[in-house]
C-alpha cells in the first residue's frame, strides 16, 4: 500500500540547495557546453530507466524540455539565454550528489528540488518554447513539413495576435470608455 508524505522546505533549506548549484555551476564551468548537455541528458536518459516517483517524472518533463530548447536549431535562442540554461544544467552534470540516486523512491528527490528551481527560475523561457513547439506543430500540420517556422516567425505570430486582440478591444469599446471618462 503506498503513503503519501509531503513536506515543506523552508527558505534557509532552499538557500543550502541553491548554495548547491552555486557550486555545480562553478565545477561545471570548465566543461564544455557539449558536455554538460551530454551529462544532463544521460541524468535524464537514467532517470527515464528507473521507477521513478510521478513528483520526479513530472520534473523531469520540464528539464527535458530545457535541453529540447538548447538543441533546437529553429529555436534560435540569444547567447545569454543558453549560457542561463546551460548554468542551470550544471548541477545535473555532477554525479555525486546530495541522495544518491540509487535509493528507491528517494534518491531523485534531490534532482527533483533541483529541477524544481531550475523551473521557477527559467519557467518564462519554458512557456516561451513550448508555445513555440505547438506554434510549429500548428504550421507543419497547416502548410505541411517544409514550412519554415523559426523563433522569428514565432515572435513575428505572437506580435500579430497582440496587435489583433488590441484592435478587438478598442472595437468592443474598450478604449471609447476610457475616452468617454476623459472628456
Avoid at 544544467?89 to 527533483?112: C, H, K, M, T
Avoid at 513539413?145 to 514565432?154: C, H, I, T
Wanted: charged share 30%; aromatic share 8%.
Amino acid at each position: 500500500m503506498p503513503i503519501q508524505i509531503s513536506f515543506e522546505l523552508s527558505d534557509s533549506d532552499l538557500d543550502h540547495f541553491r548554495t548547491m548549484m552555486k557550486v555545480a555551476m562553478e565545477k561545471a564551468s570548465q566543461f564544455p557546453p557539449a558536455e554538460v548537455l551530454t551529462k544532463a541528458r544521460a541524468v535524464c536518459s537514467q532517470m527515464e530507466q528507473a521507477n521513478l516517483p510521478d513528483f520526479v517524472k513530472v520534473r523531469m518533463e520540464s528539464l527535458e524540455t530545457l535541453i529540447s530548447a538548447l538543441e533546437d536549431p529553429e529555436w534560435l535562442m540569444p547567447e545569454d539565454e543558453k549560457n542561463e540554461i546551460l548554468t542551470s544544467l550544471a548541477y545535473f552534470s555532477e554525479p555525486n550528489d546530495l541522495v544518491p540516486d540509487n535509493i528507491p523512491g528517494l534518491g531523485y528527490i534531490d534532482d527533483a528540488i533541483m529541477i524544481e528551481l531550475v523551473i521557477q527560475e527559467l519557467s518564462q523561457d519554458l512557456t516561451a518554447y513550448r508555445q513555440f513547439c505547438s506554434y510549429r506543430a500548428t504550421e507543419e500540420k497547416r502548410r505541411g513539413a517544409e514550412a519554415s517556422v523559426d523563433r522569428d516567425s514565432w515572435l513575428a505570430s505572437k506580435r500579430t495576435e497582440l496587435r489583433s486582440s488590441m484592435r478587438r478591444s478598442r472595437s468592443t469599446g474598450g478604449s471609447r470608455r476610457l475616452f468617454s471618462r476623459i472628456m
